[in-house]
């Protein structure tokens, strides 16, 4: 039973790395979902970079994942191996919030730390159609969206606060080979710009 647990946890969690991928792409990136409440607020996260959506948004969406997968979940394959199930995948969803929060607020941690803010930035300043997945590259690599961040120029007026020496205001010399300021590279950078239709470009 314990192992069984811990199977339904981890699917948990490969669900909402799908969910995570899938909602970014579609809902904040694709125009036909432009208008919807998550829509609204990607679009003004990428335009203003440090903005979030309140967090009673994110923790009523939250409850009310909670409440519509248990009652189902329970039902198929019981208490324990359901609940771990929808535990496991919004558990993940609250690492996801906090994760992409602490891409924009605080320099990487680690290979991973590091690795996880120029696959974000690379979205986020490079090419918006890229990249989607922010906890794992695994969706982008399924879907075909995944791109190697090489050199991101960051706008200097979205720049986040632990790329620039506090000081001179330019980039600090530990990332001064993968980061510049200047103009983003494509407009598709932007999500106005994001056309779900344009062809993705090689490589
Ligand atoms: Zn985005
Ligand atoms: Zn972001």
Redesign the pocket.
Known sequence: MIAAVIVAAAAGVLTWTFLEYCIHRWMGHDRRFRKTPFGVEHIR??AE?DYFAPTWKKMSVAAFAIAILSPPAILIVGAPIGLAYVIGLISFYGVYELH?RR??THPGFGPYGRWARRH??H??FVDGRTNHG?TSPLWDLAFGTYRKATIIKVPPKLAMAWLLDPVTKAIRAEYAGTYQLGKASTPSAQPDAVDRNAPHPAG
Request: hydrophobic residues 20%.
């Open positions: 996260h990428h970079g992409h891409d924009h974000h930035f979205h986020h922010v």
